[in-house]
């Protein structure tokens, strides 16, 4: 499949924006750079879990790994994690698509840009799925724990988006360091939990946020991305503890 990238300017740009409702983007040259990139397929999947329930929210992330992982991976690292890539794809192969999913598209540019043209960063639905999937696929070889992972990683998103807010933690070894631990102690829900009694902190603040906070503010003295398990899992305990009473938690063997 061939792919004509997009020239710089198109975001926040309305006219853009009435071109892609009327489906005129694909037919105007004065959008493209004249560069072109190939893929073999380039399927659609779900590119915004900020809507529905919890269930349909983890079958859109499910989908997306899934359909990531078979077709988006192989190709270049450079091509997978460029955002214009990605709202070239959006905005002319993937457009019926997108319009067809998310119809609030067409009530404002301020939901288009939210949606489609999202900047390419921690907050970009697409970029989670992408830097999860690849991260995983790097470190897990059996397709069935892959899977398991997935749903370890959409389970804990809250934490998941804490770790890769951080530049430092964007690293495979820690997020699945993390998540072995979560999945081990069996603290997904302690880690959404919203912390109480601490009227120094924010008003929403959660235990697995700021866990990685501690972590965060401990490094480079703690080079937590580089530990193995274990001892990454003493400094993770000691952090749980500043804002968790760990004596209620449970063994594995007890749970």
């Known amino acids: ?9 198109y975001k926040n ?29 380039a399927p659609s999947f779900p590119i915004y879990m900020g809507q529905g329930s919890e269930l349909e929210r ?12 078979n077709y988006y991976l192989h190709t270049d690292r450079d091509l997978h994690f460029d955002e214009v890539f990605w709202h070239s794809l959006l905005t002319v192969k993937h457009r019926d698509y997108v319009v067809k999913k998310y119809p609030q598209i067409a009530e404002s540019m301020k939901q288009f840009n939210n949606i489609v043209l999202k900047d390419f960063n921690w ?9 999860g999937a690849q991260y995983i696929n790097d470190t897990i070889e059996n397709e069935a724990e892959r899977k398991r992972y997935y749903e370890l990683l959409v389970d804990n998103l ?32 302690v880690m959404k939990s919203k912390i109480t009694g601490r009227d120094d902190l924010g008003k929403d603040e959660r235990v697995g946020r700021r866990v990685i906070f501690e972590f965060n503010k401990s490094y ?25 009473d760990t004596s209620q938690l449970k063994t594995p063997t007890e749970v």
């Open 1 to 9: 499949m061939e792919i004509r990238l997009l020239k710089r300017g």
């Open 13 to 41: 740009n309305e006219q853009f924006y009435k071109d892609f409702l009327d489906d005129r983007i694909k037919d105007n040259d004065d959008y493209f750079s004249g560069e072109v990139v190939y893929i073999a397929e």
């Open 58 to 69: 983890k079958k859109a992330f499910l989908e997306a790994f899934d359909v990531i992982t």
């Open 123 to 131: 907050e970009n639905y697409i970029y989670k799925c992408v830097l």
């Open 158 to 189: 809250d934490l998941y988006n804490y770790i890769i807010k951080y530049e430092i933690f964007r690293n495979d070894r820690f997020l699945i360091n993390i998540l072995d631990i979560i999945d081990e102690m069996n603290l997904s829900k």
């Open 220 to 244: 480079p003295v703690v080079m937590s991305p580089m530990l193995e398990k274990e001892e990454l899992k003493e400094y993770f305990m000691q952090y749980l503890g500043y804002y968790y």
